[in-house]
């Protein structure tokens, strides 16, 4: 019983570590891209394009 324990608490350790290097790495990737999506909505905002609607699908 003290080894499943062990062994649970090995696997969650090794997964909250690995869950927390892809967040680190990503982060940057995430707000770059956040920026350059904003700064397309100001565009077509400030633009006033009412034949490019970003919610047309």
Do not use: N, P, Q
């Amino acid at each position: 019983m003290f080894w499943k324990i062990v062994g649970v608490v090995a696997l969650v350790w090794i997964g909250l570590a690995l869950f927390g290097a892809l967040f680190e790495h990503l982060f940057g990737i995430l707000v770059v891209s956040a920026l350059i999506f904003g700064g397309y909505l100001i565009y077509k905002a400030i633009a006033g394009d009412k034949h490019d609607d970003i919610t047309k699908v």
